[in-house]
């Protein structure tokens, strides 16, 4: 079941080209036998296995190198020995050193590598060696006349023991390493066994960059963000009053990649996030970028949300209908926590959701050039 949904949930390889990057991965065997030829491997012994590189080896080294959007786990197999080593493709270089097997050799380079083998000791090094113990016990057992078939249920269910225990230090893995990609894919594994409001509450606390890259898309919107606010969705319009009193349409703003960005002058989350977003306004507004903020203010409030605007120094078009949590925008974007924001491209389509610190920045950098 776990390995379907890790399938259905899985990475595309390609991406848009204004977001590819390179990786380069460097790999010596010192004592390979040859000749010998190595695979890069999509999806190494799924039903949608792809090869997607080969290259020779010259004095035990072989390379690999290539575009790429999102991080993607794939393996490097020599020839059709079977012997393969699983890592994940990120931008940047990666190599891979070993003596005669693959299996043995070790992974460096990329911080989605370094998270993997962290994770690796911290949540699955003590159930692997448990598990091997089990499986040493279970075949022995079955080479016993006759077979002790309660025997056999007892380690059953011995390994059964073992796998919630893994899930819980899972679990625990996420909650403790929010900014971790690891995360998801942890996540990814889990929702099979999670209700979806557990899995759904697990996702909202990653962090932005882990969530909006393609497969954190893709299982948000699984969960949650199918409606007419999620990414890939026109935004939907609105109007409210500046802080004169003029009317102000989101449409007005068509043309430019627009933030939209929902606060209140009471949220201190939102005042720590201010200055974040004026350091990337400042940076990007002369090139084809805006801010719309809209305030939850309330009425007998407007005071405290004009100060607010001037001592945060935010220079952006302001607007706001002073109804508090009733304001219209935000209903209409079902905003239930601030700050939340929305980055529209100049069609008036919603590329990105709750870009916040470095996120915020490195998306904007990806799209506009």
Not at 156 to 184: C, F, G, M, V
Not at 278 to 307: C, I, P
Request: proline share 4%; charged share 20%; glycine share 8%.
């Amino acid at each position: 079941m776990r390995k379907i949904i890790i399938a259905g949930l899985g990475l595309l390889f390609a991406g848009p080209a204004v977001a590819q990057k390179h990786y380069t991965i460097q790999g010596q065997l010192s004592k390979v036998q040859m000749p010998a030829k190595a695979y890069l491997i999509y999806s190494m012994g799924w039903t949608n296995e792809q090869i997607l590189d080969s290259a020779a080896l010259s004095g035990g080294r072989f390379t690999f190198k290539g575009p790429i959007t999102d991080p993607q786990k794939v393996s490097i197999m020599i020839g059709e020995s079977q012997d393969a080593i699983t890592f994940y493709l990120e931008p940047g270089v990666i190599s891979i050193k070993g003596t005669n097997s693959l299996k043995q050799a070790i992974v460096k380079g990329g911080k989605i590598n370094t998270q993997n083998a962290a994770y690796y000791k911290e949540v699955m090094a003590s159930g692997d060696v448990l598990f091997a113990q089990l499986d040493e016990r279970y075949r022995k057992a079955l080479t016993t006349q006759p077979v002790d078939s309660a025997y056999l249920l007892t380690l059953y269910d011995k390994a059964k023991q073992l796998l919630k225990q893994r899930d819980s230090l899972k679990y625990a893995y996420i909650l403790r390493h929010p900014e971790s990609y690891i995360s998801l894919e942890t996540l990814l594994e889990l929702a099979s066994e999670l209700p979806v409001t557990q899995t759904a509450q697990l996702f909202k606390q990653l962090l932005p960059e882990v969530r909006n890259t393609e497969a954190g898309k893709k299982l948000g919107n699984e969960l949650f963000d199918t409606g007419p606010t999620s990414i890939g969705a026109m935004a939907p319009d609105f109007t409210e009053n500046d802080v004169n009193g003029k009317p102000v349409r989101l449409s007005d703003f068509r043309g430019k990649y627009v933030l939209l960005d929902f606060w209140a002058s009471w949220c201190g989350p939102c005042r720590a996030e201010n200055p974040n977003v004026v350091r990337v306004y400042e940076k990007y507004k002369d090139r084809n970028f805006t801010v719309l903020g809209v305030s939850l203010d309330q009425a007998s409030k407007k005071d405290a949300w004009l100060a607010a605007i001037q001592h945060d120094g935010l220079t952006w078009t302001q607007v706001s209908d002073l109804s508090y949590w009733n304001n219209a925008a935000a209903k209409l974007y079902n905003i239930r926590a601030i700050p939340q924001n929305f980055l529209i491209d100049p069609s008036g389509k919603i590329v990105g959701k709750n870009l916040r610190g470095e996120a915020l920045e490195s998306e904007l950098a990806r799209l506009i050039h």
